[in-house]
């Protein structure tokens, strides 16, 4: 794709056997037979039909029960032998952006089920990567009141010392206790270093503006906690990395 965006799984519907259609945020759906990707420990579980079955949509992607998921990108580009051919068709119905008074900046549609606190923690947990290590902000995260995981482009997995030196800036920024601040803009006014690459491409023309102190700014329609404070405590409890891949588990205090 030349203009990268921000892909998410909008609708699952099971078909037969281990096959789903998936529907995506660009308006594509695909039908995918899983059973050549069931391998490996949180995968294998899944060949009993019935657990295969226990799919729902979570945080922008399909999820199973045992917590088993695949990033939207990748299930957008894999090519599934028994595929359909990929075809353009209407989103579901309950994708929709959501609808605002005249007066209100049309805004993109956004997943509103997020954890406040743990949802801020990814803002700056992505600064904090981007800061320490040059990573791009994640394209690939789930964000769960229980556990959130989170993806990051990088060419080597951190070290135990530099994961807790992680842990503990976040932790600093939360007993700072910075205030979450909005601003709107026009597209044509976006402050330098904000980058919109995140959003899809039919995103509003007025984008919110998220900052908290003067740590971290990005566009985000999400629902977050007024002051890092409310975050609690940010705890790492798991890590793992995957072909360039550097997956991130953590926890917030309730
Ligand atoms: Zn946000």
């Known amino acids: 794709m030349d203009n990268p965006m921000f892909l998410e799984i909008v609708k699952a519907d099971y078909i037969d056997g281990y096959r789903i259609e998936l529907w995506f945020n660009n308006g594509k759906s695909k039908v995918i037979d899983f059973y050549d990707l069931l391998d490996g420990e949180v995968y294998e579980p899944l060949k009993n039909i019935s657990n295969f079955k226990s799919f729902s949509i979570r945080f922008n992607t399909i999820e199973w029960e045992n917590g088993a998921d695949f990033a939207p990108e990748f299930l957008f580009n894999y090519e599934s032998v028994k595929n359909d051919a990929d075809k353009v ?5 309950e994708y929709t952006v959501a609808a605002t008074a005249d007066s209100a900046p049309v805004l993109n ?4 089920d997020e954890f406040p606190p743990a949802h801020t923690a990814e803002h700056l947990l992505n600064q904090t990567m981007g800061r320490m290590f040059g990573c791009e902000r ?5 964000i769960e009141r229980k556990k959130s995981k989170i993806n990051f482009q990088l060419d080597r997995p951190l070290t135990a010392d530099e994961v807790a030196e992680v842990e503990r800036r976040i932790n600093e920024l939360i007993a700072a206790d910075l205030p979450v601040t909005y601003e709107f ?3 044509d006014n976006i402050p330098e270093g904000v980058k919109l690459d995140k959003l899809p ?11 908290i102190g003067d740590y971290d700014v990005c566009p985000c329609i999400g629902t977050h906690v007024q002051s890092t404070r409310e ?7 798991s890590t793992s990395f995957n072909d360039g891949s550097f997956r991130i588990v953590y926890k917030v205090a309730e």
């Not at 549609?109 to 509103?112: G, I, P, T």
């Not at 994640?138 to 789930?142: K, L």
């Not at 491409?201 to 900052?211: N, P």
């Not at 975050?231 to 409890?237: K, L």
Request: hydrophobic share 35%.
């Open 138 to 142: 994640s394209r690939n995260m789930h």
């Open 231 to 237: 975050i609690g405590n940010f705890r790492i409890t």
């Open 89 to 93: 068709a209407e989103p579901p119905a």
């Open 185 to 187: 803009v026009t597209r």
């Open 201 to 211: 491409e039919d995103a509003s023309e007025t984008i919110r503006l998220v900052r």
């Open 109 to 112: 549609a956004h997943n509103k």
